[in-house]
């Protein structure tokens, strides 16, 4: 499960700074491409936020995370590039 929460935080960030790129840079460029690409986006991001938040409560107790721990994982999932530092940082030796 802990291999599939690391896939699942990076792929998390991706699609958060893929969707950031959406809003940023294509919807003032071509707001007709960025209509189309905004609801597959947000699906997947939303899926796999969601798939993150889970995965890191079923884990917190085989992990052995103390509350700080655990906030700061939960938290990096709202901070752009926050899930990857939570897997270089907690996952990467784990």
């Known amino acids: 499960m802990l291999k599939i929460f690391k896939v699942t935080a990076i792929l998390e960030g991706i699609s958060y700074l893929v969707l950031f790129a959406n809003m ?33 409560f079923l884990l917190k107790k085989t992990m052995n995370w103390d509350l ?20 270089k940082k907690y996952l990467e030796n784990a």
């Open 24 to 56: 940023l840079l294509i919807k003032n460029n071509n707001p007709e491409l960025y209509h189309t690409l905004l609801r597959p986006l947000g699906m997947t991001h939303g899926v796999l936020f969601i798939g993150y938040i889970i995965l890191a």
């Open 68 to 87: 700080k721990t655990f906030a700061i994982i939960l938290i990096a999932s709202l901070v752009p590039f926050g899930t990857f530092y939570v897997e």
